[in-house]
């Protein structure tokens, strides 16, 4: 039988099998078992009901986000710009407002919202984030936001006159209790802004590595004006940001008190024109996943059996599923860089390839680098300019397999 819809219980058609995958952060310290890693089977499917495109097995919240998950907003500058400029224009044009942040992790948006002196809470499992966080001045309760933590949120603080979440919406299951307690938490007039990874761009650039653990929905207008109404919420606007390779921003408000913006139906028409929910455009995306597996595999065996060294950059969540699907291990490419501490001198989830930090890397020390961090290309190639000018070159798997 179909697995149910984890929105509306409809029936979920797979479309893509991965295989079996390590969660994507969960790096392995030294000294740790690597045979107690958690493996589950990364496949994605769509519901024939209300088009949501969601992974068909999901492990358990627990085990991806706990005290110690490793992913820190902080570590790109242009993310920082991002979310500076986004608290800007959440608290444009309100006085004294209540804002609340669902997965605030180490406080890169809330820091600006703290910054002017505004009331904040943050709420994040994530205890070692949300310590960084509290550096930043940025308030945060150590938990997964539920309607039973908004209430709670609500009875102690007031209503919330902004709710906002990136990259966090669409990583839990339970999204429709999430959805309910931010109805409840909303002051009326309100808003709630998310954005996310938008399933056209990961179909347009066949960015099959953005499917993890953590990635449980991937949003389109046409299924998040679905399973918003479910809330009593209204989607008003949508706006494509350019930020980890395409996502959406996401506006909704208790339904029915603001205007909807023309952007919503542009964009809804624009992804009837693209059949952005055919099998036939899913089936598509799935076969091309499968040739840029076979493409990088034979470039990255060539290059070795060439004697070229070759590393990776930026041990992404989204790079263990590039690694796992495509059975990439150290024979294969010697180390991964990251500037995070919090992954370095671990082992990358199921591939073991160690993590070094940027000072491993530089003219003379690869022939080639793989660019796991693709979404981050722009600012990563200009920090490590020496590398190219030396005539390192950089290996790409997005959008398609090439060489720079
Ligand atoms: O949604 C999610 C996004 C926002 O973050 C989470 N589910 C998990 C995580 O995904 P990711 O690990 O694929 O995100 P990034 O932002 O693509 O990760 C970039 C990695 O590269 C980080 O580990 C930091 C590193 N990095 C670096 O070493 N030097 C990044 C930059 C910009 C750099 O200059
Ligand atoms: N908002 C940041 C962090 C994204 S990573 C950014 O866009 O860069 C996802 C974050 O969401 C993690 O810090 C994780 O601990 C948190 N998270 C996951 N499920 C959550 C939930 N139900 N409620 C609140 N935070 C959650
Ligand atoms: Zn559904």
Same mark, same amino acid.
């Given at each position: 039988?179909?697995?149910?819809?984890?929105?509306?219980?409809?029936?979920?058609?797979?479309?893509?099998?991965?295989?079996?995958?390590?969660?994507?952060?969960?790096?392995?310290?030294?000294?740790?078992?690597? &045979?107690?890693?958690?493996? #589950?089977?990364?496949?994605?499917?769509?519901?024939?009901?209300?088009?949501?495109?969601?992974?068909?097995?999901?492990?358990?919240?627990?085990?991806? #986000?706990?005290?110690?998950?490793?992913?820190?907003?902080?570590?790109?500058?242009?993310?920082?710009?991002?979310?500076?400029?986004?608290?800007?224009?959440?608290?444009?044009?309100?006085?004294?407002?209540? $804002?609340?942040?669902?997965?605030?992790?180490?406080?890169?948006?809330?820091?600006?919202?703290?910054?002017?002196?505004?009331?904040?809470?943050?709420?994040?499992?994530?205890?070692?984030?949300?310590?960084?966080?509290?550096?930043?001045?940025? *308030?945060?309760?150590?938990?997964?936001?539920?309607? *039973?933590?908004?209430?709670?949120?609500?009875?102690?603080?007031?209503?919330?006159?902004?709710?906002? &979440?990136?990259?966090?919406?669409?990583?839990?299951?339970?999204?429709?209790?999430?959805?309910?307690?931010?109805?409840?938490?909303?002051?009326?007039?309100?808003?709630?802004?998310?954005?996310?990874?938008?399933?056209?761009? $990961?179909?347009?650039?066949?960015?099959?590595?953005?499917?993890?653990?953590?990635?449980?929905?991937?949003?389109? $207008?046409?299924?998040?004006?679905?399973?918003? *109404?479910?809330?009593?919420?209204?989607?008003?606007? $949508?706006?494509?940001?350019?930020?980890?390779?395409?996502?959406?921003?996401?506006?909704?408000?208790?339904?029915?008190?603001?205007?909807? &913006?023309?952007?919503?139906?542009?964009?809804?028409?624009?992804?009837?024109?693209?059949?952005?929910?055919?099998?036939?455009?899913?089936?598509?995306?799935?076969?091309?996943?499968?040739?840029?597996?076979?493409?990088?595999?034979?470039?990255?065996?060539?290059?070795?059996?060439?004697?070229?060294?070759?590393?990776?950059?930026?041990?992404?969540?989204?790079?263990?599923?590039?690694?796992?699907?495509?059975?990439?291990?150290?024979?294969?490419?010697?180390?991964?860089?990251?500037?995070?501490?919090?992954?370095?001198? *671990?082992?990358?989830?199921?591939?073991?390839?160690?993590?070094?930090?940027?000072?491993?890397?530089?003219?003379?020390?690869?022939?080639?680098?793989?660019?796991?961090?693709?979404?981050?290309?722009?600012?990563?190639?200009?920090?490590?300019?020496?590398? &190219?000018?030396?005539?390192?070159?950089?290996?790409?798997?997005?959008?398609?397999?090439?060489?720079?």
């Amino acid at each position: 039988m179909a697995p149910a819809c984890l929105v509306c219980t409809g029936p979920v058609e797979e479309f893509l099998d991965l295989g079996r995958q390590p969660l994507s952060d969960a790096f392995v310290a030294p000294g740790e078992d690597p &045979s107690r890693e958690y493996f #589950f089977r990364l496949a994605l499917g769509r519901c024939a009901a209300c088009c949501m495109t969601q992974l068909i097995e999901v492990p358990p919240a627990e085990r991806m #986000f706990h005290q110690t998950y490793p992913y820190r907003s902080s570590s790109s500058a242009v993310m920082r710009e991002h979310f500076a400029r986004t608290a800007e224009r959440l608290l444009a044009r309100r006085r004294d407002p209540f $804002v609340v942040e669902i997965g605030s992790n180490d406080g890169v948006l809330l820091g600006a919202v703290a910054a002017r002196g505004v009331r904040h809470l943050g709420v994040d499992p994530s205890g070692d984030a949300a310590a960084d966080a509290a550096a930043r001045g940025v *308030r945060v309760r150590v938990d997964f936001f539920t309607e *039973r933590i908004a209430r709670d949120v609500r009875a102690e603080h007031g209503p919330a006159d902004v709710v906002f &979440s990136a990259n966090t919406i669409s990583h839990d299951p339970n999204v429709n209790s999430i959805l309910r307690g931010v109805a409840a938490l909303l002051a009326p007039g309100g808003e709630f802004v998310f954005e996310d990874p938008y399933l056209g761009s $990961v179909l347009a650039n066949t960015a099959f590595d953005q499917i993890i653990d953590e990635h449980v929905l991937f949003f389109s $207008v046409r299924s998040v004006v679905a399973m918003v *109404r479910r809330a009593g919420l209204e989607l008003v606007d $949508v706006e494509r940001l350019p930020v980890h390779g395409g996502q959406i921003r996401f506006t909704a408000a208790h339904r029915g008190t603001r205007p909807v &913006s023309p952007a919503v139906a542009e964009l809804l028409a624009e992804e009837d024109d693209q059949e952005l929910h055919d099998s036939a455009r899913l089936a598509e995306f799935a076969a091309r996943t499968r040739d840029r597996r076979r493409d990088l595999v034979v470039l990255l065996r060539r290059l070795r059996d060439g004697g070229a060294r070759v590393v990776a950059y930026g041990a992404t969540a989204k790079s263990a599923t590039v690694a796992n699907y495509c059975g990439l291990g150290p024979d294969l490419v010697s180390a991964v860089i990251d500037a995070t501490p919090t992954k370095q001198g *671990r082992l990358t989830p199921g591939t073991h390839i160690p993590v070094e930090p940027p000072e491993a890397f530089g003219p003379g020390k690869a022939d080639y680098a793989l660019m796991f961090a693709w979404n981050h290309a722009e600012e990563i190639m200009a920090k490590e300019r020496a590398y &190219s000018e030396s005539g390192g070159r950089w290996v790409f798997y997005v959008p398609e397999v090439h060489v720079v």
